[in-house]
């Protein structure tokens, strides 16, 4: 049975989708975030990551992207099961990052990140259209 070109094309695309996929299946991430006032977030983070490379820890960090704001909320344990960390802090979070660390208690995140969920970037504002002369 002889195919088409574009059917060939998108067994390609899809086989080079999962194998992507694959390379991440050691970790994984969900969060879940209420917010009970609006400089107040309720966070649950459930998580799953293998251990951090020799001398390294992980540290969760919350983020407001809008504000540029980051929270340490401390350091998080490899999990090779899903794991759930909940926490309420004082701001608006839009996203997490666990970055890999060489001292739980730096005071800046590194660039270096396990994982990574929600929004950590601002939303672009909207720039005020100006009305066709006519």
């Given at each position: 049975?002889?195919?088409?070109?574009?059917?060939?094309?998108?067994?390609?695309?899809?086989?080079?989708?999962?194998?992507?996929?694959?390379?991440?299946?050691d970790r994984e991430i969900a969060i879940a975030l209420i917010y009970p006032t609006p400089q107040r977030t309720e966070l649950t983070m459930r998580y799953r990551v293998p251990p951090p490379p020799s001398g390294k820890v992980y540290v969760l960090w919350a983020i407001n992207g809008d504000q540029g704001r980051r929270v340490k909320v401390g350091q998080v344990p490899p999990a090779s099961s899903v794991t759930a960390v909940k926490t309420t802090l004082d701001l608006f979070v839009t996203g997490v990052v666990v970055s890999i660390e060489s001292d739980p208690n730096v005071t800046e995140m590194s660039n270096t990140w396990a994982l990574r969920a929600g929004r950590l970037d601002p939303v672009p504002q909207a720039t005020p259209s100006t009305p066709a002369k006519k």
């Amino acid at each position: 049975m002889r195919r088409s070109l574009p059917a060939a094309i998108a067994v390609m695309l899809i086989a080079s989708f999962l194998v992507g996929c694959f390379l991440q299946v050691d970790r994984e991430i969900a969060i879940a975030l209420i917010y009970p006032t609006p400089q107040r977030t309720e966070l649950t983070m459930r998580y799953r990551v293998p251990p951090p490379p020799s001398g390294k820890v992980y540290v969760l960090w919350a983020i407001n992207g809008d504000q540029g704001r980051r929270v340490k909320v401390g350091q998080v344990p490899p999990a090779s099961s899903v794991t759930a960390v909940k926490t309420t802090l004082d701001l608006f979070v839009t996203g997490v990052v666990v970055s890999i660390e060489s001292d739980p208690n730096v005071t800046e995140m590194s660039n270096t990140w396990a994982l990574r969920a929600g929004r950590l970037d601002p939303v672009p504002q909207a720039t005020p259209s100006t009305p066709a002369k006519k």
